[in-house]
Each structure stands twice: as C-alpha cells, then as structure tokens.
Nanobody
Framework: VQLVESGGGLVQAGGSLRLSCAAS????????MGWFRQAPGKEREFVAA????????VAADSVKGRFTISRDNAKNTVYLQMNSLTPAATAVYYC???????????????????WGLGTQVTVSS
C-alpha cells in the first residue's frame, strides 16, 4: 500500500492550498480516508475524514468552514482544500486509509491502517 501526499508548500496567511493524496495497492473505494497534521512538538491531530462512498465527511472544529475534504474514487485520490489559512495550520499533513469503518475511531490515528509520509504546509504571517 502506498499513500503519496502532494500540494504542500509555503503560503501567506489568508491564502489557500489544495493537498492531494494518491493511493495505490488497496481497494481505495472501500476505505475511509482521513487527513491529520502534526506540528513540531505536538501530537498528531485529526483534520478531516471522508466516508469510503464519498457521502459523509467530518472535520475538526478548528477547520470547519475553511477546510474541505473530498475524494475521487475513479482516480484513487483524496483531497484537502484549505482556505483562509493561518499560521496555526503550519504542520506536516498526512493522509491515511482506514478501511471500511465509519465511526468516531476515524477521528483518531488508531482508526487508520496505512499512512503516507506527509507533506509540509507552512503558513507565514
């Protein structure tokens, strides 16, 4: 299984970025997908997750209304559109595959079986 994130970079506060995660080696359409982030010295935290069907999403309170998760099962890709970015969003962003489960576990790292290596997002003030 391989999950490869892309789209990170340096952006000014108020700007936008779109992250992508290309998956291979698994039945993508049968996997709930999640995005997490980890800032230096902090624990990995949940950002957003999307049901394997694409019908159902959940996001952390800190990003609701600004970040949107979506997926294209035909392309085996999950996206994270991030708008109105603030310096607090600076972190390494990881995508993860969580199998067919759709529950509160999908808001915790333990709810996922496979992880990408991450992509750095830096928001300057």
């Amino acid at each position: 299984v391989q999950l490869v994130e892309s789209g990170g970079g340096l952006v000014q506060a108020g700007g936008s970025l779109r992250l992508s995660c290309a998956a291979s080696g698994l039945t993508f359409s049968s996997n709930t997908m999640g995005w997490f982030r980890q800032a230096p010295g902090k624990e990995r935290e949940f950002v957003a997750a999307i049901h394997w069907s694409g019908h159902g999403t959940v996001a952390a309170d800190s990003v609701k209304g600004r970040f949107t998760i979506s997926r294209d099962n035909a392309k085996n890709t999950v996206y994270l559109q991030m708008n109105s970015l603030t310096p607090a969003a600076t972190a390494v962003y990881y995508c993860a595959a969580g199998g067919i489960t759709w529950s509160g576990r999908n808001q915790r790292p333990s709810g996922y079986n496979y992880w990408g290596l991450g992509t750095q997002v830096t928001v300057s003030s």
